[in-house]
């Protein structure tokens, strides 16, 4: 390219990059341009971050015999003092054998009871129908969350509610052949098969669970009220004996522990209602619980927080440790940008009985919100503060504000700017 040609297009953007830079300096003398943030409704929950230990009523089942275990309860399940947990077989075969037969006589049993019920005396088609969806999408959330025993359960009620529309519509009118067959098959498990040579039982009544971690005696379930945080941060998991086959949690209250910081224990200590507990993996679903105590050594150090609940499932009897989010106050109301929050006067006009005019100014915290070219300032009543925003209450209470008004929802606030004041008018 030539010399020339190439000097005359530098000096050519040079020159049009000075022009644009001085266009732009007199459109700022001349013109407040503000950035501004709509005001929208937010619903936000003030929540602690910690990791959780699990304290349970848990007392170990034994069972000295040899041979081969199956439970005839599912983690979970309730049962009552003396309640058989287990059978136990001379071998694997058996055990295998028996059991399969004892899953054909359910299904025998499911399908007599449908033979025996005159269905449309006893439930709709609409009802049906409902159940199999309900079945189908409770079998599909358990699959993904691998909730394999609550999964079966769903499997054998879907069969049954199919069945059971099969024969409300007239498409089975009998499911004596199926009967028959099943009955055949059990006929023959059960005379290849050496029936159980004992069974396991509970002296406790409570929730079975065969899962046994070796932190069931860690800390005494009778006086977790005195645990200190020193105490549970030296706590050391035992070794689960062979002959132990599972366990029984006998009360229906469990107690989460986890470390808090001196400034959330501060928080909790004037906190007078129930919490919301979400685990990471234990449950899909917020658990409520109550604050049971407090322990601290002193109010500038970290505490122990533990709480109470009494909801229990399969998944919650099996859970020990993991992270939680403890859910506190839900707030709603309009957010706001901290930067936008600034301090200026407002005023408050009254008239007495004779209708003279009486005008107080008082300085409030507040943002300036943009009415089409004019600037005002509106207080704010501030229910909730996170990081970087506030959550501000759109209706008060009366008395909270100076004025009576404060900002609407989708107001355009304010981000930031120079100079500004209330009655401002952009040109």
């Known amino acids: 390219m030539d010399k020339l040609l190439f000097k005359r297009i530098l000096i050519a953007l040079i020159t049009l990059l000075a022009v644009i830079y001085v266009a732009y300096l007199l459109i700022s003398a ?6 501004t943030e709509n005001a929208i409704e937010t619903t936000v929950t003030d929540k602690i971050y910690t990791n959780a230990f699990i304290i349970r009523d848990e007392t170990y089942i034994t069972n000295d015999s040899s041979g ?25 075969s058996d055990a295998t054998a028996q059991t399969k037969a004892d899953m054909f006589e359910e299904q025998m049993e499911s399908l007599q009871n449908l033979q025996d019920t005159d269905l449309t005396n006893s439930v709709g088609i ?39 529309r099969q024969a409300y519509t007239g498409k089975i009118s009998s499911f004596e052949a199926e009967i ?9 498990l059960r005379s290849s098969s050496s029936e159980s040579i004992g069974t396991i039982k509970t002296s406790e009544a409570g929730y079975f669970s065969a899962n046994c971690d070796g932190f069931e005696n860690v800390f005494d379930y009778s006086d977790v009220s005195s645990l200190t945080l020193s105490e549970f941060n030296s706590f050391t998991q035992s070794e689960v004996s062979d002959n132990v086959a599972g366990k029984i949690i006998s009360s229906l209250n469990w107690f989460i522990a986890c470390e808090i910081t001196s400034d959330q224990a501060t928080d909790l200590t004037l906190w007078d209602n129930d919490v919301t507990v979400m685990f990471s993996d234990a449950s899909t679903e917020s658990v409520p619980a109550s604050v049971y105590t407090i322990n601290q050594s002193s109010d500038d150090e970290n505490a122990l927080l533990i709480l109470e609940c009494n909801y229990m499932d399969a998944d919650l009897a099996e ?20 930067k ?19 005008v107080e100014k008082k300085k409030v915290q507040g943002v300036y919100v943009l009415y089409g070219s004019e600037v005002q300032f509106k207080e704010i009543s501030i229910i909730y503060s996170g990081s970087d925003y506030v959550i501000c209450d759109p209706e008060p209470d009366s008395g909270v504000l100076f004025n009576g008004e404060t900002v609407s ?8 700017g120079d100079d500004l004041y209330d009655g401002k008018v952009i040109e």
């Open 68 to 92: 081969v275990l199956t439970y005839t309860v599912d983690d979970g399940e309730q049962v009552n003092a003396d309640g058989e947990i287990a059978k136990i077989y001379s071998n694997e």
């Open 180 to 188: 028959s067959d099943l009955q055949s098959q059990i006929d023959e």
């Open 409 to 416: 929802l989708y107001d355009q606030v304010i981000l930031e």
């Open 126 to 164: 609409d009802t049906i129908n409902t159940d199999i969806s309900n079945e189908i999408i409770s079998l599909l959330s358990d699959l993904n969350n691998g909730e394999i025993s609550s999964a079966d359960d769903n499997i054998n009620n879907l069969v049954y509610s199919i069945n059971q």
């Open 319 to 338: 859970a020990r440790q993991e992270p939680i989010e403890i859910g506190l106050a839900t707030y709603t109301g309009l957010r706001v940008s901290k």
């Open 30 to 35: 001349n013109f407040d341009m503000y950035p």
């Open 340 to 358: 936008a929050i600034h301090d200026d006067y407002v005023e408050n006009v009254t008239y007495d009985d004779d209708g003279n005019k009486s």
